[in-house]
């Protein structure tokens, strides 16, 4: 693996360290250990044939139809496709990188900001979200589920607190439990489960509240039992947390809702991948499976993968957790704490990319916005995967719909105006088979759908039915299929505390410290989350170690 192999006397005078997977945190963990440990040999290992892990954007050359000989150049994503100014790790990564130029920023007062909408199972049509107080009010009268939010927010900031909730120290408890108990379940169930499938395609009634979204229990405290108030109230300092070398970046960020890239998330894959291969001290492998993590008698960690063993002082894990269970072997005394890096499950998700010509009237009744979520049925969901001939299995399984042309249309070149939309399928809902995650366990599969195919065509009756547009879509110019298994952890609720023992055995012998485990298993699943976990992985270490 490496040009030269390293002595044992020599790993033991400088830090040497394996960093395994490639995703974007293993990435982001490889290059901020490079520039904290500019002496430190750091070698990463990643399964796959590419570096990215769930971030994969691809250009794709679509015929037009209705331009014959001329083809569209269609940037699709099949993992995440935005990401939020408000993630410092991510700005100081374009900053650091120079990413200034391929920037895409949405700002807040267009309409893929402020128009976000919710479809409600069993109606037709979409309902428009409040973007300001101003259009709040403004939907009262004709939208009764913003009636019910606004009644039920009004009501919060003057319900009695929870006290014996806010006087646990390691309180937790799942997002639903948390909004049913501050707005109601109906409200908990409306609102919290659409957003818990937009971010996490998992159902809020088994997601931590304090793994997830530690800001939520956070505003709660500042607001003396209310989540209202307490968003009222600044976070303190502390809240807030450090400094970022940010550049120009904060400020082109002003007034920006959401940012992509020209390339799309990838753009942030790449400058890392490129930067990584011209810094000496580091070596980057696509193709090369960790198989076992062991410690070796001298202090050092055998890696073990099938064509060699790699040899290093320190090790970071930026794989999924239930892979690094299999590669670990923890002494007898830590299994309890093996067995939390499997106590979560994740979301299987299917990813549709729909390309179409934009002239098709039923296109244009679509509303200019971000897009729309799907919350929890009032019946709940399946229980067993629905059949391939279930008429209604795939609009079932619709988690939402974004509309992408109208955030990111810029990424896209055409001589005749495309749309492009992408449908979110699964987590919580069971997935019929043509689109549950390809068997024999491989993680993830893409592969182009004929726009005639039957599985095309329901999709598109689904769309109009949940869109309300009254017209037939017209056959799509390109259809992209991903099907991903165990793409997104849920977090249960006690994670924070599991993770906390984890890394207290971690910190034991024969670890010392020295095993790192970070990623979106861990400490959150946004790529911003994911940036800042390899920011900060590898800070107690010694450069000195001997
Ligand atoms: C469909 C989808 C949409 C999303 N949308 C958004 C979004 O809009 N905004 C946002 O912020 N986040 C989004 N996310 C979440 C975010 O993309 C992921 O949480 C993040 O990319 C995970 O990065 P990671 O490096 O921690 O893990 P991974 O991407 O899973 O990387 C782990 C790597 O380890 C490798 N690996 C596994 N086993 C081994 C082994 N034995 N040996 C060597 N290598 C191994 C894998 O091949 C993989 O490359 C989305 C995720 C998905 C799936």
């Avoid at 209310?226 to 303190?236: H, N, T």
């Avoid at 990584?276 to 070796?296: D, F, M, W, Y």
Wanted: glycine share 8%; aromatic share 4%.
């Amino acid at each position: 693996m490496h040009s030269r192999l390293l002595l044992r006397s020599e790993l033991r005078q400088n830090i040497s360290i394996a960093i395994l997977g490639g995703g974007i945190t293993g990435l982001s963990s490889a290059y901020y250990l490079n520039r904290r440990f500019p002496n430190a040999r750091i070698t990463l290992l990643e399964s796959n044939n590419r570096f990215g892990g769930w971030i994969q954007s691809s250009r794709h050359d679509v015929p037009l139809h209705n331009a014959p000989g001329q083809c569209a150049s269609v940037l699709l994503e099949s993992g995440p496709r935005t990401l939020r100014p408000v993630s410092k790790p991510v700005l100081e990564l374009i900053n650091l990188l120079g990413l200034q130029e391929e920037l895409l920023i949405v700002p807040r007062d267009t309409p893929a900001a402020k128009n976000r909408f919710l479809h409600l199972p069993g109606t037709t049509g979409l309902v428009r979200l409040p973007s300001s107080m101003a259009s709040a009010l403004a939907s009262l009268p004709s939208s009764p589920v913003i009636r019910l939010l606004a009644r039920q927010a009004l009501a919060e900031a003057f319900r009695p607190a929870n006290s014996k909730v806010l006087a646990l120290e390691d309180n937790d408890e799942s997002m639903d439990d948390l909004l049913a108990r501050r707005l109601g379940p109906e409200a908990a169930r409306i609102f919290g489960s659409a957003m818990i499938h937009g971010i996490y395609a998992a159902d809020s009634r088994g997601l931590s509240v304090a793994a997830a979204f530690p800001m939520l229990a956070a505003a709660e405290k500042r607001g003396q039992g209310s989540l209202v108030r307490g968003m009222f109230i600044p976070a303190s300092k502390a809240e807030e947390g450090e400094v970022y070398e940010l550049g120009d970046v904060q400020e082109m960020m002003k007034g920006a809702s959401v940012f992509t890239f020209r390339e799309g998330i990838g753009a942030l894959v790449s400058a890392l991948t490129k930067d990584l291969k011209t810094a000496p001290q580091v070596e980057i492998h696509t193709g090369v499976q960790v198989s076992g993590i062991r410690p070796s008698e001298d202090g050092l960690f055998e890696i073990s993968t099938p064509n060699s063993t790699l040899t290093a002082s320190h090790v970071v894990s930026a794989l999924p957790l239930p892979a690094l269970a299999s590669s670990l072997s923890l002494s007898p005394t830590n299994q309890h704490q093996l067995t939390h890096l499997t106590a979560n499950t994740a979301s299987n998700v299917a990813v549709l990319n729909l390309v179409f010509p934009a002239s098709h009237p039923a296109l244009q009744a679509i509303p200019p916005g971000f897009g729309y979520l799907v919350p929890r049925p009032e019946a709940g969901y399946a229980t067993s995967p629905p059949s391939d001939t279930d008429p209604n299995a795939v609009e079932r399984a619709i988690l939402g719909c974004v509309f992408d042309s109208c955030s990111s249309g810029e990424q896209d070149a055409s001589p005749t105006p495309i749309v492009k939309l992408t449908v979110m399928l699964g987590g919580p809902h069971p997935l019929p088979p043509a689109l549950a995650p390809p068997p024999g366990g491989a993680q993830t599969l893409s592969e182009a759908l004929d726009p005639r195919s039957e599985l095309t065509a329901k999709v598109l009756r689904a769309l109009e039915r949940q869109l309300g547009i009254g017209k037939e879509l017209p056959v799509p110019i390109q259809v992209v299929l991903h099907r991903h298994r165990d793409a997104i952890p849920t977090y249960r609720p006690g994670h924070v505390s599991r993770m906390k023992e984890l890394q207290e055995a971690l910190d034991r012998a024969p670890w010392n410290g020295r095993l790192a485990v970070v990623g979106a298993g861990v400490s959150g699943v946004s790529v911003g989350s994911c940036v800042q976990a390899g920011r900060e992985v590898g800070r107690r270490w010694d450069p000195n170690f001997v």
